[in-house]
């Protein structure tokens, strides 16, 4: 069953904007991932954020995390066209040894 | 340092056959968890394989089975494909027994279609 679930399920920008996706999540968690799927490829670890830090940044991404409402975001700035691809989150539950994915946010970043 | 490798990356099969998948991790790392990828319903977890033992399962019927062998590569086997069975299939390899403080690094997967 599903524990992240992200929104929106799709988002076009223009290159240059800045990109801002959400996950919602049911049960506490330990720790909080996001990845990157180009198109029919594999997934691309981005950043991991744990159940006790509020933002992380990495490069272009900031990652937020709320435990109290349940929630994260992925921020990434000054789109390029080649963020085009959906991203996921993937959390756990307290026994930490098994990842749940949403289904993704599609980004298409126009040029 | 190669990535992780999964083959075929295309499979055609009808309902009923069976078919196997194989994934090579990272070198040195021992953990192969595997994931199923559909439109609707996005990654599911199949299951985990650490030291060549099954560490976790996910929601899966019984057709659904892997193994890893000693050189920690694994396969994965559905017997009596069904329609609902097309779908990306993915491994992904971590160092050390799977926990969600690892990252996980993913192969390109097999995508299975069944007719």
């Known amino acids: 069953s599903q524990q992240g679930e992200e929104d929106p399920q799709a988002l076009s920008i223009q290159e240059g904007e800045n990109a801002t996706m959400n996950c919602s999540y049911k049960?506490?968690?330990?720790?909080l991932q996001w990845y990157r799927q180009n198109s029919g490829r594999g997934l691309v670890h981005l950043i991991l954020i744990r159940s006790n830090e509020r933002e992380k940044h990495s490069g272009r991404l900031r990652v937020t995390l709320d435990t109290s409402k349940k929630s994260s975001s992925l921020l990434i700035t000054a789109s390029r066209a080649a963020d085009t691809a959906s991203y996921f989150c993937a959390t756990d539950r307290r026994t930490g040894n098994q990842f749940y994915f949403g289904t993704g946010t599609s980004l298409t970043v126009i040029p | 340092k190669a990535g992780v490798t999964q083959t075929p990356r295309y499979l055609i099969k009808t309902r009923g056959q069976q078919v196997t998948l194989s994934c090579s991790p990272i070198s040195g790392h021992r953990s192969v968890s595997w994931y199923q990828q559909t439109p609707g319903q996005g990654l599911q977890f199949l299951f985990e394989?650490?030291?060549?033992?099954?560490?976790n399962k996910g929601n899966f019927p019984g057709r659904f089975s892997g193994r890893q062998f000693s050189n920690s590569r694994s396969e994965m086997n559905v017997s009596t494909l069904e329609l609902g069975d097309s779908a990306l299939y993915l491994c992904?390899?971590?160092?050390?027994?799977?926990?969600?403080?690892?990252?996980?690094?993913f192969g390109s997967g097999t995508q299975l279609s069944v007719l």
């Open positions: 049960t506490s968690i330990n720790n």
């Open positions: 992904a390899s971590s160092l050390t027994a799977l926990r969600t403080n690892e990252k996980l690094f």
């Open positions: 394989y650490f030291s060549e033992t099954q560490r």
